[in-house]
């Protein structure tokens, strides 16, 4: 495969994901806890980790989390994002290659909502030096199941028909 063409399905990953990344920070969420997000840019960490493979995947979340902190975070939300996004990709790389016949791309992504939650509150409890953020667990890991659900059913159904398109399918053969 080309690597010009790799760097720019790469780049539209990293650009849609941080487009849906904007869109959500501008939903309010009726629910009343706060931090609680819906997680529309992990669609295309998904996407990238079916597609592309591991590595790339890796490239995704950074430049996705740095650029998103560009554009409007600050040293604290990058670091929250940073740790739920590389403890995500983590867990769904692993769950998607040791229980691949067992787990859907849907029980891959409500792994990486999760895992998500945990790499957060695991940082919050650091800099509050107390453990007790992590009693927030519960609560987010019920709203991480179902967003999870639904991103898992989203990047399901764009990954149907992105094997539909032929120059994708080279894309898609060859994962790092």
Same mark, same amino acid.
């Given at each position: 495969? =080309?690597?010009?063409?790799?760097?720019? %399905?790469?780049?539209?990953?990293?650009?849609?994901? @941080?487009?849906?990344?904007?869109?959500?920070?501008?939903?309010? @969420?009726?629910?009343?806890?706060? *931090?609680?997000? @819906?997680?529309?840019?992990?669609? +295309?960490?998904?996407?990238?980790?079916?597609?592309? $493979? +591991?590595?790339?995947?890796?490239?995704?979340?950074?430049?996705?989390?740095?650029?998103?902190?560009? %554009?409007?975070? =600050?040293?604290?939300?990058?670091?929250?994002?940073?740790?739920?996004? @590389?403890?995500?990709?983590?867990?769904?790389?692993?769950?998607? =290659?040791?229980?691949?016949?067992?787990?859907?791309?849907?029980?891959?992504?409500?792994? *990486? /909502?999760?895992?998500?939650?945990?790499?957060?509150?695991?940082?919050?409890?650091?800099?509050?030096?107390?453990?007790?953020?992590?009693?927030?667990?519960?609560?987010?890991?019920?709203?991480?199941? $179902?967003? *999870?659900?639904?991103?898992?059913?989203? /990047? =399901?159904?764009?990954? /149907?028909?992105?094997?539909?398109?032929?120059?994708?399918?080279?894309?898609? /053969?060859?994962?790092?």
């Amino acid at each position: 495969m =080309n690597k010009t063409t790799r760097m720019v %399905f790469i780049a539209l990953i990293v650009a849609q994901a @941080l487009v849906l990344h904007v869109v959500e920070g501008m939903i309010p @969420l009726p629910i009343g806890v706060p *931090g609680a997000r @819906l997680g529309l840019a992990n669609i +295309f960490t998904i996407i990238s980790l079916y597609t592309l $493979g +591991f590595k790339s995947s890796l490239v995704v979340v950074l430049l996705r989390v740095f650029l998103a902190t560009f %554009f409007g975070g =600050n040293l604290s939300s990058m670091m929250y994002s940073l740790s739920g996004g @590389l403890l995500s990709l983590i867990v769904m790389a692993a769950v998607k =290659n040791l229980l691949k016949d067992k787990v859907s791309i849907i029980g891959v992504s409500g792994a *990486g /909502a999760i895992s998500h939650n945990i790499g957060q509150l695991l940082v919050a409890s650091y800099i509050v030096q107390n453990i007790t953020v992590m009693l927030y667990l519960p609560v987010l890991t019920f709203i991480g199941i $179902g967003t *999870g659900i639904f991103v898992g059913i989203t /990047a =399901n159904f764009i990954m /149907a028909h992105l094997r539909k398109i032929p120059s994708l399918k080279k894309i898609m /053969a060859v994962t790092d």
